[in-house]
C-alpha cells in the first residue's frame, strides 16, 4: 500500500468497498502496490454493477474448489476453509466486499483475508477471464428462463381471451383502416404464434448460454489437470465451450440473448400500439391496474403501462445495438472492451421480462366491448372483399368481381342497410359487367356476405377465422404451450439439480 493513495483503489462513485487502510491493504492482495493506485482506478473497476454477478461468483468458485480438491490439486483441507470463507463472504453481502477492480477479484481479496495466504490457492488454474465468462452466463440462464416463464404466461392470457371469444366479430385492420372482419380470437391468437417464437428464440439463446467456459483460463490452458466437464456439471451447464481461446473470448451469446430479448419487445410493442388504438376507438376497455390518469385532467384515463411496454423496446433494440458494436472487431483474445458487455443485457432481459409480465396482465384483465366491436366490424364497407369472393365463387372472374365491388363501394357508407347495399351491388354487376347478379349469386347470398359475422364464418381456409378453423388455432397454441412449459421445466430442474449437488459437494468439505 503507498501511504500517500490510501483511498486509491476505491471507486470514487459507489459505496461499495471499505474504507480503512486495512481494507485497501487487503485490495493490495490480488493487485500488488504497483496496480492498486491512481487516478483512473474508478474507471477500471465494476465492482458497483458487478452486484448482479456476486451470487453467480461464489456459485463459480465453489465449482472450481470443488473440482481443484477433487483432481487433487488442492489438499481437502485448504478447499475447506476457502469453501467455509466463501459462505462467510456470502452471508456479508456484496456491500461488505473490500475494495477492488471487480467482484471476481473482491471475493478472492476477501477469502484471502479470512483463511490467509492460502486462500490465495483458490485462483489456482484459472483466471478472471474465463471466471467472469462463466459468472456472466450462470446469472443470465436464470434471467433468461424468467423472461421465457414470462413469455408463457402472456400466451396462456391470449389463449384464455381467444378461448372467450372464438366468435366476437371485430373490425381488422391493414394501414389502420377497416380491411376484414375477423374475431378478437383470431387476433390475439396473432399474437399468441409470435410470442411464441420469441419463447423459441429464448430457449435457444439459453441453450447456447448454458455452456461452461471455465477451466479456459486466460485463454490459452492450464497445465494443471483440471476436469472441465466435472465443473461444467457442478455448475449445471449441459456442456463446455470446448475451445479455451473461444471459451473466454466470445460474448456472441450476450449478442443472442440482447436480440432475442429485442425481437420479443418489438412484438410486445405491436400488441401495445393495437391496445392503445383499440382503447383509443372504445373497442377494449383497460383495467384500472394497467392505467393511469392525468395530474391535471380527472377524466383521464390513460393506456400508460402500454405506453411503456412499447418504450421498452426502443431500449432493447439499443442494448442490442450496443452489444454488436462493442463486440465488432474485437481481437482474440480477451480485452477489457468486454467488461462493459453484459451489464446493458442483464438490464434488458429484465426489462423485457417486466414488460411481458405488464402486457400479459394487460391482455387478461382487458374488457373487449363485444357491442361496439360488432357495431365496428362492418364500418368502412369490410365485408367487400367477402362480396367479391362470393361472385369469383360463382364463376365471374375475381378481376372483375373486385371492380364491380369496388364500383359498389362508391355508393355504400356505414349507413347502408344489407338490402340496399345488395340492391349497389346489383345495380354495379350491371354496371360492370352486363349481366344480372342473380348469374352469380342469389341476393339471400350477397346480403349474408354482407354480414360481418357471416363474413367471418365463410373465411374457414387454415389459420382463418371462422370459428371452427380459430379452433383449431387454439389447439395449435394450446400444444405448443404445452411443449414449452415441459421444456421450461426441464430446464429448471436441471439448474435446481445441478445447484443441489454442488451444495452436497460442497458441505463435504466444510
Ligand atoms: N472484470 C473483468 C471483466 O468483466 C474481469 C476480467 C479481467 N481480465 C483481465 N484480463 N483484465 O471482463
Redesign the pocket.
Known amino acids: 500500500m503507498r501511504d500517500s493513495e490510501p483511498d486509491s483503489d476505491r471507486q470514487p462513485d459507489s459505496d461499495v468497498g471499505s474504507d480503512t487502510a486495512a481494507d485497501d491493504e487487503r485490495g493490495t492482495a490480488v493487485r500488488r502496490d504497483r496496480f492498486s493506485g491512481g487516478p483512473a482506478r474508478g474507471f477500471l473497476s465494476?465492482l458497483a454493477a458487478?452486484e448482479a454477478l456476486f451470487v453467480a461468483d461464489l456459485a463459480v468458485d465453489r465449482a472450481h474448489v470443488v473440482g481443484l480438491a477433487e483432481q487433487g490439486i488442492l489438499e481437502d483441507a485448504v478447499a475447506g476453509s476457502i469453501l467455509r470463507a466463501l459462505a462467510d463472504v456470502e452471508a456479508a453481502g456484496h456491500e461488505a466486499l473490500p475494495a477492488g477492480?471487480?467482484v471476481?477479484e473482491a471475493i478472492e481479496t476477501a477469502v484471502i483475508d479470512r483463511v490467509g495466504p492460502d486462500g490465495g490457492r483458490m485462483h489456482t488454474a484459472r483466471?478472471?477471464?474465463d471466471?467472469?465468462a462463466t459468472c456472466i452466463r450462470y446469472r443470465l440462464r436464470e434471467d433468461l428462463l424468467d423472461a421465457v416463464a414470462a413469455t408463457l404466461t402472456l400466451r396462456e392470457a391470449l389463449v384464455d381471451v381467444a378461448d372467450a371469444h372464438t366468435k366476437t366479430v371485430m373490425p381488422g385492420y391493414t394501414h389502420l383502416q377497416p380491411a376484414q372482419p375477423t374475431t378478437v380470437a383470431h387476433y390475439v391468437l396473432s399474437y399468441a404464434g409470435g410470442i411464441a417464437r420469441d419463447t423459441t428464440r429464448l430457449l435457444d439463446a439459453y441453450d447456447r448460454t448454458n455452456r461452461s467456459p471455465l477451466g479456459g483460463a486466460?485463454f490459452a490452458g492450464t497445465p494443471f489437470d483440471v476436469d472441465r466437464e466435472r465443473t461444467a456439471e457442478l455448475l449445471g451447464f449441459d456442456g463446455l465451450v470446448f475451445n479455451a481461446m473461444d471459451a473466454v473470448s466470445t460474448r456472441d451469446f450476450l449478442a443472442e440473448a440482447a436480440t432475442a430479448s429485442a425481437t420479443l419487445a418489438t412484438t410486445l410493442s405491436g400488441l401495445a400500439e393495437d391496445l392503445i388504438v383499440f382503447s383509443n376507438k372504445g373497442l377494449v376497455r383497460l383495467d384500472d391496474d394497467y392505467s393511469s390518469t392525468s395530474s391535471i385532467m380527472p377524466q383521464k384515463v390513460n393506456p400508460d403501462t402500454l405506453e411503456l411496454t412499447r418504450g421498452v423496446a426502443g431500449d432493447a433494440i439499443g442494448a442490442a445495438t450496443g452489444t454488436l458494436s462493442l463486440l465488432k472487431g474485437l481481437p482474440r483474445a480477451?480485452n477489457?472492451d468486454?467488461?462493459r458487455a453484459?451489464a446493458s443485457v442483464l438490464e434488458t432481459v429484465d426489462d423485457v421480462r417486466e414488460a411481458t409480465a405488464v402486457a400479459a396482465g394487460a391482455v387478461a384483465t382487458a374488457e373487449w366491448r363485444t357491442d361496439r366491436l360488432a357495431a365496428a366490424a362492418g364500418a368502412g364497407f369490410s365485408t367487400a372483399t367477402g362480396v367479391a369472393d362470393l361472385l369469383a365463387a360463382g364463376g365471374m372472374p375475381f378481376r372483375t368481381a373486385h371492380e364491380v365491388v369496388a364500383t359498389a363501394a362508391e355508393t355504400v357508407d356505414d349507413d347502408t342497410s344489407p338490402s340496399a347495399a345488395a340492391d349497389v351491388v346489383a345495380a354495379a354487376t350491371d354496371a360492370v359487367a352486363d349481366e344480372s347478379l342473380t348469374t352469380y349469386a342469389s341476393r339471400a347470398a350477397v346480403e349474408a356476405a354482407l354480414d360481418p359475422a357471416e363474413s367471418v364464418v365463410s373465411r374457414d381456409s387454415t389459420g382463418g377465422p371462422a370459428p371452427d378453423a380459430v379452433t383449431e388455432g387454439l389447439g395449435v397454441a394450446t400444444d405448443a404451450l404445452t411443449t414449452d412449459r415441459d421444456t421450461l421445466e426441464t430446464r429448471r430442474d436441471r439448474l435446481a439439480a445441478a445447484a443441489e449437488t454442488l451444495d452436497r459437494e460442497v458441505a463435504s468439505y466444510v
Open positions: 465494476s458487478d477492480e471487480d471476481h483466471s478472471r477471464n471466471e467472469v486466460a480477451y477489457r468486454l467488461q453484459h
